[in-house]
């Protein structure tokens, strides 16, 4: 199967989640979107250490994979803690932080 | 014995010191430590004198080093005092006259809450006047011609809850600053051309130099001795400057600061007799103000403003005489030493007519005082003799000289010069005989104030006659001998030099044009003022009475060609300033802040546009490195 394809499919998970990201206002609707946008660069990462033949890509993808692991672990507990006391996980309500 | 020298300015100073930083515990004795602290100077000033009279003429100066003042390499300025037959003349005339004046301000100010401040001004000036004739360099002759520019101010303005003394001391400040530019620029001139600034050096390098230095040096030293001495064309402060209380006029703006101007030129007449340009410009200003303030006095109905006319027209004569070169130096401190007592004695008879007369200064409120006042009216009978060249008395030696110098300056200049010193003199007879029967005879036309309080003329107390008799004893003799075989000639001209000059009149000639000049101006006086009673409010007059009364209008010139043109000008700058550069400034704050305020609205708060602006800059960050990769 041509790898290439597989950056299709990645470009069109990062697109989703973009759009997600963009679009929907629910803070959990939001996170997952950005989990998808990971993910659909891990898939392009690994698809490039296919093609190239070397190994750094996926090194790369590991990397990744820790990093969005720690932020949801930051990141849930942000929501949650937020909506605790707003009683609402829609980001367009935490809209404090302007001049 | 020299050590004396530092001695004659530490006396006064101490004076001053004391009086102004003693606080109120000094308030019951303070005006007797000022005469004090005079007194000793003076004291000291005889010594000094009779032991320079002891030695023989060329032994006479002495040069005493009190202490380097800014020792930089190249730059030398030093704290050292040259006492000459020059400098003594005046530290006596300076420290006699002041302390005369002292012990009169004793009765004078007596009922004065600050009279300690105004004795301890009085002897800042002393000190002051004392360094700037015993300096021996130009830069500490700087310091103590400030220091007597500042003692004027203040005691000018010595009643200063009155706005008019508040102005007129700040008009002598501002108008004396242009004279003092000019020389501090002289002393810059001197250290460009000569590198030093001490009378030994520069009068000993003056040999070398161009004429076009030392005229420029010269032009200079005149500005600063028309600013000091009241000259035209800056002499519109003397008359304000009478604000101030009477012995301030007689000591200060009559006998001796006014006079720093021909002393300034007497003691530079190295530079001045080879620079003939400047010497005509110094003549030209003494030929002009001598009949300046000769009108000016004639109009004037205010006592002391008619003796300050005649104060600046006295001093045009000594200016006039100094600018005939070494025909005239000698006489010309002559006539300064033998004005100051009469002058001196004059102010002070004002000031005790006014004392009498509760402070009124206008003379058409006078009349008939003799009879009342027998000492004032002796006194400045005497000195009135005196100042209109009396045969015998003190005024008739000394103009009666200068009269002759003008003229032996030889040619047309010296037959203009001479009828000049001569319709000055007429002009002189005139304003004095005029105050003189305005104050002293006729009838009496006093006026009661506004309150109805009568005044009641009395003689005053004996602190104020004392020196006045004293004045009036030196304004009879005091030329008969300096004029005795030619003692003061003799005095003074182994600084000055002297040169007789080809007079084409014989001096008895003079003398007896001199004498019909002053009985015209007498006899014209008397049919004018003497035979009619004196209307007490002033008659309109001709348009000259009109403009001498408004000092010739020299405010009005003052204001039209400097002032208006001045304000002018600077109220372009401002506005150049205002709307020009900081137009600018706020403009461009302006413009900046207009823009980040609209900027701003971009921090929404929203999360989501955001990230949408994040998304955006990445695509157009990977779109430029596409294309820059593709090109």
């Not at chain 1, 590991?62 to 707003?86: C, D, H, K, P, Q």
């Not at chain 2, 006396?11 to 308030?27: E, K, T």
């Not at chain 2, 200049?413 to 003189?436: D, P």
Request: net charge neutral; charged share 10%.
């Amino acid at each position: 199967m041509n790898p290439v394809n597989y950056l299709y499919l990645a470009a069109l998970l990062f697109t989703i989640g973009a759009s997600g990201v963009l679009i929907r206002r629910n803070a959990i609707v939001l996170f997952m979107c950005v989990e998808l946008m990971l993910n659909a660069s891990n898939l392009a990462l690994v698809t490039f250490s296919r093609l190239h033949g070397n190994l750094d890509g996926q090194i790369i993808a590991f990397f990744t994979m820790v990093v969005a692991a720690a932020e949801v672990v930051v990141g849930l507990a942000i929501i949650v803690s937020i909506f605790r006391t707003r009683h609402s996980a829609s980001v367009d309500d935490s809209n404090l932080m302007k001049l | 014995m020299n050590s004396l020298i530092p001695l004659l300015v530490a006396a006064p100073l101490a004076g001053a010191a004391l009086l102004l930083l003693g606080g109120r515990a000094l308030d019951r004795f303070g005006h007797w430590l000022g005469t004090l602290a005079a007194a000793l100077s003076f004291v000291f000033g005889l010594v000094l004198f009779f032991s320079m009279l002891g030695r023989s003429t060329d032994q006479r100066p002495v040069h005493v080093q009190l202490f380097s003042w800014v020792p930089v390499n190249g730059f030398q300025a030093d704290v050292a005092f040259q006492l000459d037959q020059l400098s003594i003349t005046f530290v006596l005339l300076i420290t006699g006259v002041g302390t005369l004046i002292h012990l009169y301000s004793v009765g004078y100010m007596a009922h004065d809450e600050r009279r300690r401040r105004f004795f301890g001004y009085l002897n800042l000036f002393l000190a002051a006047m004392l360094l700037l004739v015993l300096a021996d360099n130009y830069l500490l002759l700087y310091v103590g011609w400030e220091g007597v520019g500042l003692a004027s101010y203040l005691l000018i303005g010595f009643w200063q809850h009155k706005p008019s003394a508040a102005t007129a001391a700040k008009k002598a400040f501002l108008v004396n600053r242009v004279g003092d530019v000019g020389l501090s620029i002289a002393i810059m001139l001197m250290f460009t051309d000569f590198g030093n600034f001490t009378y030994l050096g520069v009068f000993g390098a003056a040999g070398q130099a161009s004429r076009s230095q030392l005229t420029a040096i010269g032009l200079m030293l005149l500005l600063a001795a028309c600013g000091k001495s009241a000259q035209v064309p800056l002499q519109s402060w003397l008359g304000d400057a009478m604000e101030g209380p009477t012995p301030v006029s007689a000591l200060i703006h009559a006998a001796t600061m006014v006079t720093a101007g021909v002393y300034l030129i007497t003691r530079s007449h190295a530079i001045f007799d080879l620079a003939p340009d400047a010497q005509t410009a110094v003549v030209c200003v003494g030929a002009v103000t001598l009949l300046f303030g000769a009108i000016v006095g004639c109009a004037k109905d205010d006592i002391k403003k008619a003796l300050a006319g005649s104060t600046m027209s006295q001093i045009g004569y000594m200016i006039l005489a100094a600018g005939l070169g070494p025909i005239g130096y000698v006489f010309a401190i002559m006539h300064l030493v033998t004005h100051g007592f009469f002058k001196a004695g004059l102010f002070l008879g004002a000031g005790s007519v006014m004392h009498g007369m509760d402070d009124e200064v206008n003379m058409r409120h006078y009349g008939g005082l003799r009879k009342y006042m027998p000492i004032t009216f002796v006194t400045f009978g005497l000195g009135y003799l005196a100042i209109i060249g009396f045969p015998g008395l003190s005024g008739f030696f000394s103009k009666d000289k200068i009269i002759e110098a003008a003229f032996a300056k030889g040619g047309t200049e010296g037959w203009i010069l001479g009828l000049v010193t001569l319709v000055g003199a007429a002009v002189t007879a005139f304003y004095m005989t005029r105050v003189m029967i305005l104050t002293f005879f006729g009838e009496k036309r006093w006026q009661a104030d506004d309150e109805g309080h009568q005044p009641h003329p009395h003689e005053s107390p004996s602190t104020m006659t004392l020196p006045m008799i004293v004045l009036a004893f030196g304004s009879v003799f005091a030329g008969g001998l300096f004029a005795f075989n030619s003692s003061f000639l003799k005095w003074l001209e182994p600084i000055t030099g002297h040169s007789e000059g080809n007079s084409p009149l014989s001096s008895l000639t003079v003398t007896l044009l001199t004498s019909a000049c002053l009985l015209v101006g007498v006899a014209l006086a008397y049919v004018v003022y003497g035979r009619s009673p004196v209307p007490v409010t002033p008659p309109v007059g001709s348009v000259l009475t009109r403009a001498a009364r408004r000092d010739l209008l020299q405010d009005e010139f003052n204001h039209a060609v400097l002032v208006r043109p001045g304000s002018a000008l600077a109220a372009a700058l401002v506005y150049l300033d205002s709307k020009g550069l900081d137009g600018f400034v706020n403009g461009l704050a302006a413009a900046i802040g207009g823009i980040s305020s609209r900027l701003r609205r971009v921090q929404n708060g929203y999360v989501r546009s955001y990230a949408l602006s994040m998304f955006g800059g990445t695509l157009v960050l990977v779109a430029t490195t596409l294309l820059m990769r593709s090109v």
